[in-house]
């Protein structure tokens, strides 16, 4: 048995903007995670994904991403090269890879379990982000689809598609992103629920931070909040410009080789691949009994409402406006970092 005064589960963004708070705090603290390296769910990124926000916009606490390979859409790599460093830089006690299997409450604090240890502390940060809990919707026919199936947290880069018959499902920055690539080499089309709205060249990531603070806050007047716009990163930009940037409504049912619309046509489909988000990964918080139906754990902010000592961050609005972000999970931290420190101090 390990002790320390809190434990942090998970070494992405939420997770190192929070140590770099209580490090400051002096508190005596490690960060368990279960990554073969730093860079969180950025080492699963598929190869071409880029930021929609520039470098100076999406950084951590106390230090700015340099602008490597692209100061305005950083890569992927680039985001992962930033946080390696970055836990270097301030030499944050990061543990890896453990996968953490449980928490349980033991009196004034908790035990975490991983594989072949156990740790004690008195505060717990869940900070385990969405990547590893992909969501596919319970489509009619589903089982009865005999093509292949891919989540966008597993897709790497479009030529296992070539010349195939693809859908892409999903509205979002990534549905668009992936599909814009997609169609470079294979027959696609994207599906998604409501017709995309496209942000103007010239805006980025910065309008989804501020509209998604404003959603939080009540003020926001913007038609469906603003937050499934689509940045124009140069993929999609690439993808307008060839004229195939366009989304059709759903399909109504999978048959055994493809689809069939709306109204009555069916077509072949060799592969679909699902754009269509994440639930939070909270697996290893299932021996409390605070996980919900929805996936989701009752907060005040980022605490937990039914166990003192336990904080939740990165998850999503529910846990902060735009704390799934790079520069949100900094803002959310600073707050939150803060309670901690005066828990601890009772």
Known sequence: MTDHQLIIIGGGQAGLATAYYLKRAGIDFLILDDGQGPGGAWRHGWDSLRLFSPAAYSSLPGWQMPGRSDPEYPSRDDVIYYLARYEARYSLPVVRPVPVRSVVNAGDGFVIGTDDRRYRSKVVVSATGTWSAPFIPDYPGLADFRGEQLHSAHYRNPDRFREKSVLVVGGGNSGAQIFSEVTQVASAQWVTIREPIFLPDDVDGRVL???????????DTAPHGGLGDIVMVPPVRAARDRGVLHAVRPFERFTEGGVQWSDGRTSRVDAVIWCSGFKAALSHLEALGIVG???????????????????????????????????GAGRVAREASREMVAHLAR
């Not at 931070?209 to 939080?216: E, H, T, V």
């Open 209 to 219: 931070f501020q509209r998604a603070s404003a959603r939080i806050l009540g003020k």
């Open 293 to 327: 139906d929805d996936g989701r754990v009752a907060t005040s902010g980022q605490q937990s409402t039914a166990v003192p000592g336990l904080w939740l961050m990165g998850y999503g609005n529910w846990t902060g406006a735009a704390s799934a972000t790079i520069i």
